[in-house]
Nanobody
Framework: QVQLVESGGGLVQAGGSLRLSCAAS????????VSWFRQAPGKEREFVAA???????YHADSVKGRFTISRDNAKNTVLLQMNSLKPEDTAVYYC????????????????WGQGTQVTVSS
């Protein structure tokens, strides 16, 4: 129904910035909530940020003030702007989508991207 393709990951020094992109195909993002999750080696999947189809957002405390999620429904794209990156932000970042209301629970999401690696060096 909807396919997600992530891009924008890479290697950056602490204090730097990256912008991740999640592009949808097969279906419009309209009426879908989209979230970013991340998973570091040996750790559980962690919620990062969510955005509703109408633009309402929620950010995890660990990234609040540094990361910003946004969406452009006309382009079927969701972005995650990451500023002031820290080594503890190092993880594989996943884009996920679900129909309806946004959620921080990963098991409520039906569609997932392949992930993009973010590495922050100290």
């Amino acid at each position: 129904q909807v396919q997600l393709v992530e891009s924008g990951g890479g290697l950056v020094q602490a204090g730097g910035s990256l912008r991740l992109s999640c592009a949808a195909s097969g279906h419009s993002f309209i009426s879908y909530a989209v979230s970013w999750f991340r998973q570091a080696p040996g750790k559980e999947r962690e919620f990062v940020a969510a955005i509703s189809w109408s633009g309402g957002t929620y950010h995890a405390d660990s990234v609040k003030g540094r990361f910003t999620i946004s969406r452009d429904n006309a382009k079927n794209t969701v972005l995650l702007q990451m500023n002031s990156l820290k080594p503890e932000d190092t993880a594989v970042y996943y884009c996920a989508a679900k129909f309806g209301s946004k959620s921080y629970l990963h098991y409520e999401y039906n569609y997932w991207g392949q992930g993009t690696q973010v590495t922050v060096s100290s």
